[in-house]
């Protein structure tokens, strides 16, 4: 009996309605107090911060 891998097919994200705008909401994050906030947390906190700030 001869056993070959599987190999998955190639997956991309298509857009499915491109013309379809959706409405603006704001963002919440909630997290733990501040004295114990893992260091991923404020990672994630500064991106969002950056990257939402320009818009």
Known sequence: M???PVTPPL???VP???????PEH??????PRRRHLPAKVEAWLAFLHERLALR
């Open 2 to 4: 001869a056993v070959r």
């Open 11 to 13: 997956s991309r994200l």
């Open 16 to 22: 499915l309605l491109p013309d379809h705008a959706l």
């Open 26 to 31: 704001g963002i919440w994050c909630l997290y």
